[in-house]
């Protein structure tokens, strides 16, 4: 199955002033967002082979997305 490219509508921006990246990540997949921003830039949210929600830089920026 292929992603959709990030949007807004498909991009969690806003979990939480304080945290970690992983745990604004664990959101994100909780609610199904398949990305995320942070510090303004934008991640691929998604659970690894092994059970571990991790992230991926998709070389994009919020800029990208307005």
Excluded at 23 to 33: E, F, R
């Amino acid at each position: 199955m292929r992603l959709p490219m990030p949007e807004w509508q498909n991009t969690l921006r806003r979990f939480s002033a304080f945290g970690h990246i992983a745990d604004h990540a664990k959101t994100a997949v909780q609610l199904g967002y398949p990305y995320i921003l942070w510090n303004h830039r934008v991640y691929r949210a998604y659970t690894d082979e092994d059970g571990y929600v991790t992230t991926k830089d998709m070389g994009l920026t919020i800029d990208d997305l307005e």
